[in-house]
């Protein structure tokens, strides 16, 4: 049996990928200490998304599986809010939950295997194009990125599954995925 790690959770109605940015607004005191210890302590926190519940008051239920966050930046919004930039890192998944007093979850969870560096087979070639034309289309920043990136089966799936038009439970189901070459079947599926 593979060894766990406690980790506390932050339970949403979205998915965090690895790789991924997310925009967050803290102004519940137990994701205030959670922010607070995650500072202190340089560690990041896992991002779940809520089967069953909300973002606010009572502790949701997470999905088993999710991803590492870790805080890139921070500011105070103009509504006084913590703000926070987040970036996806580690998948894991969730063995067992618990609830502290101040209704923060959370997780004793089992990292995932890190993706292995392949390259895109043929069959998911037209994937790596398509994920080209996309960031072409939102931001023309891609001169930024290295064309190997575009060759790496699993930067292309985390980037095409953070960018198409699915919902938060596919997203859930490609997250899931081990393996990079069915992530990306799982996609073609989707976008077919």
């Known amino acids: 049996m593979a060894s766990t790690?406690?980790?506390?959770l932050f339970p949403l109605h979205t998915v965090l990928l690895p790789g991924a940015a997310l925009g967050l607004r803290i102004f519940e005191r137990r994701y205030l200490d959670l922010v607070r210890d995650c500072g202190r302590n340089g560690t990041g926190f896992g991002v779940c998304l809520i089967l069953e519940g909300g973002e606010v008051g009572r502790p949701a239920t997470p999905a088993a599986f999710g991803t590492e966050?870790?805080?890139?930046?921070?500011?105070?919004?103009?509504?006084?809010?913590?703000?926070?930039?987040?970036?996806?890192?580690?998948?894991?998944?969730?063995?067992?939950?618990r609830v502290r007093d101040n209704g923060?979850?959370?997780?004793?969870?089992?990292?995932?295997?890190?993706d292995p560096d392949e390259e895109l087979?043929?069959?998911h070639a037209?994937?790596?194009?398509?994920?080209?034309?996309?960031?072409d289309h939102i931001d023309g920043d891609q001169a930024k990125l290295s064309p190997q990136l575009f060759d790496n089966a699993a930067w292309v799936g985390w980037r095409l599954a953070e960018l198409l038009p699915i919902t938060a439970e596919q997203r859930l189901s490609v997250l899931q995925e081990d393996d990079p070459h069915e992530r990306l079947d799982r996609l073609l599926q989707l976008i077919v």
């Open 5 to 8: 790690e406690s980790l506390p």
């Open 69 to 97: 966050a870790v805080i890139e930046d921070f500011d105070t919004g103009a509504d006084g809010l913590l703000a926070l930039r987040l970036r996806g890192r580690r998948r894991f998944h969730v063995t067992r939950t």
């Open 104 to 114: 923060l979850v959370i997780g004793d969870v089992e990292w995932r295997q890190p």
């Open 121 to 123: 087979q043929p069959e």
């Open 126 to 135: 037209l994937l790596g194009t398509l994920l080209q034309t996309m960031l």
